[in-house]
């Protein structure tokens, strides 16, 4: 975000500026998805290097309708130039992640977030899901594997010495799942790791879609 972006293949990661707003359909549920065995998935665009542009296409368009597709021109850059301006722009990491988590739950989806790859390993990891309490309210749960310790948000929590995770849940609300996104780039700055770098995926909730209006 921040006007840049990282790209994995299924060998490497390249980094690129964008030449405007970040893709509409990018983490919106929106475009073709490849799937795992466990019924998990992850987002999938074609990048052209020479052209400079990421295509991205709807993953339903049903029958007889035209494809929706969008492309966006892209230039490369360093590593060290993307992770630098990142942090700047009218859109950062925390708050995309947070619109994120948001679109998942009305759709009836967990977000994942961990770090950027397509063959692992996937912790650390911080997963945004909606649960049921005991009396069937909605509640927003934030889950770090392991636990973030020292960490903006996470620290403010007691845990104990021999957690292996760390689960903060509050009453369901836009507001809720949108501070999700700060909760968990300040569990990955805890452990190292920058917020470009992370990868995104999906899988379904068994409780279903969520609303602001649900009960």
Known sequence: MGGYIALWGEDDVSFWRLSGSPPSMLGAGAMIRVDDETGRYRELGLLNREAGLLVLRDREP???ATPVVQLVPLAPVTMEEAKAESVR?????????GETAVAAATRGEWLAIHRGSWQGPFEPIVVVELLRDADGAWQ????????????????????GSDWLAQQIATPASYKALSDSGVMAVAAFLSWGIHPL???ITFGPNPLGPWSESAR
């Open 62 to 64: 049903g029958p007889g």
């Open 89 to 97: 722009g009218d859109i950062t990491v925390d708050e995309w992640l």
């Open 140 to 159: 927003s749960a934030v889950r770090a594997t392991p636990v973030p310790r020292g960490a903006e948000f996470w620290s403010e929590h007691t845990v």
């Open 197 to 199: 770098m992370l990868g």
